[in-house]
């Protein structure tokens, strides 16, 4: 069974694309991060949400 970890960003309103771009581009490179969900509202704000895989290391004697 998969188990994930996750981490929930806010991008304020007046957030340009390519700054939310570069910190989610980031994230993914340095973390192992990857897309999970995100929301644009109305106003421009926008809410993140990553996800990475966890690894359990499991004994084998």
Request: charged share 35%; aromatic share 8%; hydrophobic share 35%.
């Amino acid at each position: 069974m998969l188990d994930y970890s996750y981490m929930d960003i806010y991008l304020p309103r007046g957030t340009s694309r390519e700054l939310a771009r570069q910190t989610l581009t980031e994230h993914a490179q340095h973390g192992s991060w990857e897309l999970d969900r995100l929301r644009l509202y109305p106003d421009g704000s926008r809410r993140v949400r990553l996800r990475r895989k966890v690894i359990r290391a499991v004994r084998t004697m």
